[in-house]
């Protein structure tokens, strides 16, 4: 009938709305420090010759595999920088942890890029909240970037975000570049494809 076809329009509309939105919508993001100490610096293997790139990624979180294209596609433009990869991993793991869903994209860097980021202790000292944080840190450890390099949630292709951190890269400002970081959070990550909370990992 036409009233059951209106009701079925309505809730598709709805439907799509609410998807565009979640889609589109920032996850939140902590205050990197300033001036990276020297301490995390070690931890993250940084000796300070190169600008260092660090993306703080959760292997559960479908929307990385845009962080992880744009960041190839970073690492072409400017192949000077010292990219670290953070993959978080609980220590109290649930019954649906998977460890290699990464893998696909983390094989692709050299061994000593990928460092193990237990409960997310490291993305913590970062700010990185939401899988898809990138913070670039230039040789004398100043922020001259922080937030996501996609333009929303699995987004791929050319985004504002990778040419806004390129240009920082280039021409450090006297404030860090802040974009938003499109991802699910990083200690309670999200079902993406329909915006659902969950617990997994969290301590």
Not at 34 to 43: D, N, S, W
Not at 95 to 106: H, K, N, V
Request: hydrophobic letters at 40%.
């Amino acid at each position: 009938s036409k009233a059951v076809l209106a009701t079925w329009l309505g809730a598709c509309v709805v439907g799509m709305w609410q998807l565009a939105a979640h889609v589109g919508e920032p996850g939140a993001a902590g205050g990197a420090p300033a001036v990276l100490p020297e301490a995390l610096a070690e931890q993250l293997r940084w000796h300070s010759k190169q600008p260092l790139l660090v993306l703080a990624a959760h292997p559960q979180c479908p929307c990385v595999p845009g962080s992880f294209d744009e960041l190839e596609a970073i690492v072409a433009v400017q192949p000077n920088l010292t990219v670290r990869i953070l993959s978080y991993e609980p220590t109290r793991k649930p019954p649906e942890w998977q460890d290699g869903a990464l893998q696909p994209w983390l094989s692709k860097w050299p061994a000593d890029a990928v460092l193990l980021d237990q409960d997310g202790a490291l993305s913590a000292q970062l700010g990185a909240m939401t899988s898809g944080h990138v913070v670039l840190y230039q040789p004398d450890r100043r922020l001259c970037f922080a937030g996501g390099i996609t333009d929303a949630r699995g987004h791929k292709g050319t985004t504002a975000s990778r040419r806004a951190l390129l240009r920082a890269n280039q021409k450090p400002q006297p404030q860090p570049v802040r974009t938003p970081v499109f991802g699910c959070p990083i200690h309670t990550p999200c079902d993406c494809s329909n915006g659902r909370q969950g617990s997994e990992g969290k301590p």
